[in-house]
């Protein structure tokens, strides 16, 4: 997201909705590039539809993040910058306002036709982009490729759409290379470690293209995975969140830990973060909240920062070359 | 809480709860000060219970501060280094370990003997000492003082004992002057400005006793008000923690600025830090939340954080001499 686009926040959508509903309490949620723009957004809402607002400042990293002690407090709930996750009791309140953007994407396309070797080419994006993407296809298409954009599994809301934490919309069928669009790293370089296929980035914001080159992750991760190789106590960190909790997973490497003869500890917390994992003094972290945690704030943790299939790698249970990105997969 | 010191986290007691009540899934929760001594504690419980043990990875700073997502996942949880606080559904599931304490208190309160020049002495602590106020009165009393150790309310456990954000065992009686056995700063303080009373620190750890010196949180604290002066646009902060939650004030405090021709906006958020305010644009905050945030934090907030009390001084609404510490009462 860079400053000075413009995205959709579908205000007159909002509006309507809360006066079909007559909704006198609302919460609104926002991820932490768009808060700034909150108290506008509430201020408009209020004077519109005289609701009593409540805005959400807990850190808000995808759908799978929703403010559930605000949820708790409204009637209903818009939650910004995040497609539908999963249809669970709890999003039955939320409004998810996907602020998608109108940058054009056919420019940076054009360019990538060149630099494009395979024939058969996988769409891929976030959802601030994904109404762009036939915009994409029909251009590839003139110039003689071949495109295919999937649909992904149950957590994904639009074909072609990847997660942070899930990349099941580019596994789904065979394709020579990606074209990914978007502004991000993170995206691109899950998609290329999840299929080993070259994955290059078409960023519209700034019309430049550029390969997902994920050596220098491989790289972190290895050596996380070494630093582990003789740790003898592991903190098996979940969140509680409810889009993030994998308890049952955290149970089954505590027992796999055990059947090792290593000692390992469950954590539970909603925020993880470096800080308040300071005064737990174990060898090694195993993370089953949000993958991208152990990715993103590589170096930050006092003790190396896991996968649960890096922990499996430690404990020799899986090969250092099946390690791919964590994804947290629907149906 | 200094190193070293030996606190009592009656494992014993636990381990017999535990297999009295059958449970086989236990929370334990910390605060930060006792955090490190988690792994040892859950091992040794593991070990003579066979059960299931999570432990919070939560910030935790108070009996307020139960984790409500953790007692959700188990069917008991020991919640370690406060006294019970309220008797609300939430808490029938937990086990308060108070810690307490073994220091010995009488050779600092002998010291304190020379040093109090009043004649009625009320006698205040923590949780951590609360059983050792005995001992301190016998020794006053030894001495020709009055001593007084007062009930709180609703909210206070044992006579005597203050928290960081209630002081209401200090204020039910008249007295002299009061004497804190303690080492921290945050009580005596409140208590001298909650009783305009000079407070004596009587710390036991190191055997030294000092004056509780408010003079420079009022100065902090007129600075803060000083620069909200001219504020527009006020962030009311909230936290859905339920022991902290004051919605209702919040949405008072909001009024009150609408009378006032000020804009005011509600954020709600579990944890409140400096980071997680930084993306929020406003003049001041008012802080809702735990109390000690806007004394302990001071400076590190991208605006002014005020204490409710402090927004209606801003407002006009109340005198700066009336200027105290924020509590959360009970009845």
New interface residues.
């Given amino acids: 997201m860079s400053e000075g686009e413009a995205f959709d926040f579908q205000l007159d959508r909002i509006i309507s909705v809360i006066k079909d509903t007559g909704a006198k309490v609302i ?1 609104l949620q926002f991820p ?1 590039g768009f ?2 723009r ?2 506008g957004i ?2 408009r809402i209020e004077k519109e539809t005289g609701s ?8 808000c990293f995808g759908a799978c993040d929703l ?1 559930v ?2 949820l ?2 409204v009637e209903i709930m818009f939650h910004f910058g995040h497609a539908h996750l999963d249809d669970n009791k709890l999003s039955q309140k939320v409004y998810f306002i996907e602020t998608r953007s109108d940058v054009d994407v056919k420019d940076v396309v054009k360019l990538a036709v060149n630099e494009l070797t395979g024939q058969k080419i996988g769409l891929i994006t976030t959802v601030q982009h994904v109404h762009k993407l036939e915009d994409a296809a029909s251009i590839l298409k003139e110039h003689g490729k071949e495109c295919i954009i999937c649909a992904g599994d149950s957590k994904i809301a639009y074909p072609g759409q990847v997660l942070g934490c899930n990349f099941s919309a580019a596994r789904k069928e065979e394709c020579d290379e990606y074209l990914y669009i978007g502004s991000g790293q993170f995206h691109p370089l899950g998609v290329s470690l999840a299929t080993k296929k070259r994955v290059l980035i078409a960023d519209p914001f700034v019309n430049e293209l550029r390969d997902a080159d994920n050596s220098r992750i491989l790289r972190q991760r290895s050596a996380a995975i070494a630093k582990s190789l003789d740790a003898e ?1 592991f ?1 098996i ?2 969140s ?1 969140k409810p889009g993030q909790e994998r ?1 049952a997973l955290a ?1 089954e490497l505590k027992s796999m830990a055990k059947e090792h003869g290593k ?1 390992a ?8 973060t470096p800080d ?2 300071l ?4 060898d090694a972290f195993v993370n089953t909240a949000c993958p991208r945690l152990a990715i993103d704030e590589v170096g930050r943790f006092h003790s190396p920062m896991l996968t649960p299939m890096e922990f499996e790698i430690v404990l020799g249970e899986k090969q250092w070359e099946d390690l791919v990105f964590d994804e947290i997969t629907g149906e």
């Fill in positions: 919460g932490e808060k700034r909150s108290p509430a201020s009593v607002i409540f805005i959400s400042g807990n850190p403010d002690a605000l708790d407090k106590v903190g960190v979940v509680t308890m149970e000692d500890y469950i954590f539970t917390m909603d925020l993880v308040q994992l005064q737990f003094k174990v």
